[in-house]
């Protein structure tokens, strides 16, 4: 599956504008953390939102 690079960064842009109104921010570092996710912590780091890392296996 090709993507768009406008679409990937609609995509992020919607998931950072949707963590405002979280609590917390979850990442599942199993398979790495990618760039997408390593923007999303920065955001809840500078927003001042606790940032947890997780393993499902």
Do not use: C, H, N
Request: proline share 2%; aromatic share 6%.
């Amino acid at each position: 599956m090709t993507q768009k690079k406008s679409e990937r960064a609609l995509g992020i842009e919607a998931g950072l504008l949707w963590g405002r109104e979280a609590e917390l921010t979850v990442v599942y570092e199993d398979l790495g953390i990618t760039e997408g996710m390593k923007i999303g912590i920065a955001r809840a780091e500078k927003d001042g939102r606790p940032v947890e890392y997780r393993k499902i296996l």
